[in-house]
């Protein structure tokens, strides 16, 4: 039972409505754009990831602090960090079906389609090898060069184009490549205009200009003016890390894609500050750490990779993105930037408060340089749960779908079942729900078959099912059954925590970093 890709990515979303994962935000009035709610399963998935982030950053690095600042900030903040001036994003608008694109996107998905063409003629010609042809083979290639050839000029006029924001270009690039509106088919394009997507809105009782405050886009500003403090009161010695995980805005202009792209997500991010020139050496060994904490994931280590961006952030002298492999293809996943001084001098400049770090080692200060960790929690989620989802046909015939999640992330770690809903089964079964509680979420169920019952689990990935029979009111021994493998073994019911312990903890996933 395996759907057709373009369904795949529907049944996911289906699925995470029909199992409590993910609702629409205020559905009962027909839902809000790009903004959802964590249902009960979806809550306990997205608090286990960051719990592991949490873990691996700063419980399992000395170095590393962890901080909660607030949503709002200083309004002189988002103009110190440039983004008042410059978060912006490239829109355009077919003048037929009204629609609104990004235009970068546009330009990248046009790019994307090429890129297919190239795999489709490789994987043709890898077939027709057998009977080689050269007169085919010939042509294939003359193919293939032509496609690359137009990704380079693209790739060039597009870079040289946001580089000089030159947005008459940017909308040429798209004339040129014939680029057309999917909704109405057609190339009647506006021109291409910038668009803030910072929300605003006003603190205190009084409106006006003095008063206007933004929604944080991002979380690593409150890192950045934090810095001094958590450095003096934490005695922190460069190079030294900043973690914090919380709530970001973005007014999104194509908001799409499921919870890909929202308007109000969750970041966690590391700003890790360096000792100025020793900043290649830490991107290096951040962009190796993050794709090594993504990998003990288990969920397929080929379905990630760098992605060296083309043009650099106005703060950043290097910058990679972990992309993941979706169900709609590669896209970016988690931001490593070396960030230099920008940030520390600019708020430096416009606070007016001196942000150094003194070197006990050289005897002088300096504005650390700063290298970032950037990874989308619900991006993270979609990822993780799309990479578990499977639907699956069994030996017998049967279908079920499965998320075979890390068994230290799944919502519920454990279900207990009573085989029949009598003779003190589940009694028995009551006191080993009582048993594992303390450490881990457990439930209970006694309706349906043993089957039935194993298929629900299955659907929100809760690695062990425990089934409570006669036989274990003599024997004090359970059915222990294990998710992926469908396997089952008989355990004594004393043994039951120290088996969970081990294969339910995050413990389990640390020791893999
Ligand atoms: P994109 O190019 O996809 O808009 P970005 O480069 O603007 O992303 P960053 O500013 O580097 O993203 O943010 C860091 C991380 O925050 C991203 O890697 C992503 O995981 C997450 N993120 C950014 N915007 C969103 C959003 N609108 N919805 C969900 N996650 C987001």
Redesign the pocket.
Known sequence: MSAKPEDFFKNIISHCKEYGFIFQSSEIYDGLS?VYDYGQNGAELKKNIREYWWKAMVQMNENIVGIDSSIFMHPTVWKASGHVDAFN?PLIDNKDSKKRYRADVLIEDHIAKIEDKITKEVEKAKKRFENFDEAMFRSTNARIIEYQTKINDINTRFKAALNDNNLADVKQIIVDCEIVCSISGTRNWTDVRQFNLMFSTSIGSVDGEGSTIYLRP?TAQGIFVNYLNVQKTGRMKIPFGIAQTGK?F?N?IVARQF?????E?E?M?MQFFVKPGTEMHWYEHWKTARLKWHHSFGLGETNYKFHDHIKLAHYANAAA?IEFQFPFGY?????I?SRTDFDLKQHEQFSGKKLQYFDTESNSSYVPYVVET???L???FLATLSAAYKEETLENGETRVVLNLPPALSPIKVAVFPLVKKDGLPEFAEKIMESLKYDHIVTYDEKDTVGKRYRRQDAIGTPYCITVDHQSLEDNMVTVRERDSMKQERIAISAIPQYMNERVGLTSLLKKL
């Open positions: 790009a994003d991002e970001a973005r999104e919870i890909f792209r929202m308007r997500f970041q991010e993105d896209k970016e996943l988690e931001g930037h950037s990874v989308g619900d991006r993270l």
